[in-house]
């Protein structure tokens, strides 16, 4: 059974940063892509960044720049850095992973997801 945790959300002022965590277990695929998403209150689910098992990435337009997807295979932990952070940036963060060599950030493209961590951004 796959599973995905997601930790380090918080509280931060506008222009800190924060990195956010996304340990997978029961994940064998040697061919992946995983994938940060985030939901504003009232909003679509927005694809944020994603990164596949051989390193390559991509980034939305609204986080490029700022944000960097990274993994670390021996932990089986995703990342996201997320720095100069906005108060747009507010939002549920959740993780998602699919056995495929994509670089998708369209929610209906992954089967496997976290339950989300909180990121609030205040001025």
């Known amino acids: 059974q796959v599973q995905l945790v997601e930790s380090g959300g918080g509280s931060v002022q506008s222009g800190g940063s924060l990195r956010l965590s996304c340990t997978a277990s029961g994940f064998t695929a040697t061919t992946y892509a995983m994938a940060w998403f985030r939901q504003a209150p009232g909003k679509e689910r927005e694809g944020v960044a994603t990164?596949?098992?051989?390193?390559?990435?991509r980034y939305s337009d609204s986080v490029k720049g700022r944000f960097t997807a990274s993994q670390d295979k021996t932990k089986n932990t995703l990342y996201l850095q997320m720095n100069s952070l906005k108060n747009e940036d507010t939002a549920m963060y959740f993780c998602?992973?699919?056995?495929?060599?994509?670089?998708?950030?369209?929610?209906?493209?992954?089967?496997?997801w976290g339950q989300g961590t909180q990121v609030t951004v205040s001025s």
């Open positions: 990164v596949t098992n051989d390193g390559r990435t």
């Open positions: 998602a992973a699919r056995e495929w060599r994509y670089l998708s950030l369209d929610d209906w493209d992954y089967n496997y």
